[in-house]
């Protein structure tokens, strides 16, 4: 049986007038189990496949072995289907007269489905938008299956669609399943797939070689079948008068919660954190209380891990008014730490928009300032890939100059990294 447990981190002590509070909170799971085997319902799959032209020769045929070697590793009795994407969506398995619909997953089936892959071919344009709503209707099949999974692969930009079809659609899977998006190549936008995966609670990156899908592919269905628990809250209680102002994951990636809150009482709110196995996630979560005089106390904010609708485990932040300035300007290590590694994200992405759109002032500045605070934060793999698209002459005070040998592929590494984080030196 899954068991949580959380951590609070913060400096609960505010000058005269302060108002905002924030805390590191730390969630802990352990013995997950594995997906749809815990009693909380059925697991279900679906692997989305780029079928496109631009998908033809090498492309095609690693996505054939790559979405074969995650079928490999469902497990029997998990729902499953396969869907092949284009500028329409098919439903490549299971084969029904129907548009919709999933199978369980055994021997049979498992070769029948390897046997379908076998048969893509590459033609027709791209519209992830469709992809993502035939997924939705063919989940929607199976009412008993509560964790709901997808991996979508493409290789090019969604241009057989507006950007508005595709947010609506995207607004349309919300909640539905969660979905964890992969890009071959360098023809794709980063952007595009980092909205899905945001909207749908997965992850977003970057397959630079087609022979890298297959380890990928499988990494991720182990992945998925390892999180025994289908769904949980994280839900913040604030107390009458006080405001939240963001809840966000931090590690291991940065994910903005706040959007997708969803209100149980007037004090409380619920942010959905998806299927989880056995793993810690840190959530830096702020909120704005009313000032209050020096020496006064108060609880700021009640944060509870709540497994269907039932509360597993709690943290409590706190608040407390005082003159003592060696207590008011401390910073807790570990919302330092993270808050860099927010900025850090932000400063990635908006120099890279800065620099495709030939402002290399504003480029330079964004950049040295990510390159300032990966050094910082202590994030070797974000400050490696830096180096790629900058060259680096003063990391302390974020001093760089823009290189002009950039491959595309390097700063699509350096965008996807962006938002994975180092956690903070405990």
């Not at 609960?12 to 108002?19: M, R, V």
């Not at 496949?49 to 054939?64: E, H, P, R």
């Not at 199976?142 to 669609?161: K, W």
């Not at 269905?221 to 994951?249: I, N």
């Amino acid at each position: 049986m899954a068991q949580f447990s959380t951590s609070v981190y913060q400096n609960e002590f505010l000058p005269d007038g302060g108002t905002d509070v924030h805390a590191i909170v730390t969630v802990t799971c352990t013995g997950a189990g594995e997906a749809g085997r815990t009693g909380s319902g059925e697991a279900a799959e679906i692997i989305i496949v780029d079928t496109s032209g631009s998908m033809a020769y090498d492309k095609i045929n690693a996505a054939k072995a790559a979405a074969a070697a995650a079928v490999d590793h469902v497990l029997d009795g998990t729902w499953f289907a396969v869907i092949a994407g284009s500028h329409e969506a098919r439903l490549a398995y299971p084969f029904q007269a129907s548009e919709s619909g999933m199978v369980r997953m055994d021997a049979r089936n498992r070769q029948a489905a390897k046997a379908a892959v076998a048969s893509f071919s590459a033609d027709g344009g791209t519209a992830m938008g469709t992809w993502l709503r035939l997924a939705t209707r063919v989940f929607a099949s199976v009412p008993s299956a509560t964790q709901r999974h997808a991996i979508l692969l493409t290789d090019g930009q969604n241009q057989h669609e507006s950007p508005e079809q595709l947010s609506a659609a995207i607004e349309a899977s919300r909640g539905q399943f969660q979905c964890d998006a992969r890009g071959v190549g360098a023809d794709w936008e980063v952007a595009e797939l980092r909205r899905i995966a945001t909207g749908l609670l997965g992850t977003v990156d970057l397959i630079p070689q087609p022979y890298e899908l297959a380890a990928e592919f499988e990494r991720l269905m182990r992945a998925s079948m390892a999180r025994g628990v289908a769904e949980a809250q994280l839900r913040v209680w604030t107390p009458q008068g006080a405001q939240v102002l963001f809840v966000r994951q931090v590690s291991p990636t940065v994910e903005d919660l706040t959007a997708h809150r969803q209100q149980v009482n007037p004090l409380t709110g619920a942010y959905p954190t998806g299927s989880w196995g056995d793993e810690s996630r840190d959530y830096h979560v702020a909120v704005r209380l009313p000032a209050k005089p020096i020496g006064a106390e108060q609880l700021a904010a009640r944060v509870q891990l709540a497994v269907g609708g039932e509360q597993v485990a709690q943290s409590l932040v706190k608040a407390m008014w005082s003159a003592d300035d060696a207590l008011t300007t401390r910073i807790n290590p570990h919302v330092a730490h993270y808050t860099g590694q927010a900025e850090l994200a932000d400063a990635i992405q908006e120099g890279l928009a800065a620099k495709a759109a030939g402002d290399d002032a504003a480029a330079t500045a964004k950049l040295g300032r990510a390159v300032q605070l990966a050094a910082g934060t202590g994030n070797v793999e974000v400050t490696q890939r830096l180096r790629k698209v900058v060259d680096i002459e003063n990391p302390e005070a974020g001093t760089v100059r823009l290189r002009r040998d950039v491959s595309k592929i390097d700063e699509m590494a350096l965008d996807t990294s962006s938002t994975k984080t180092s956690r903070v030196r405990r």
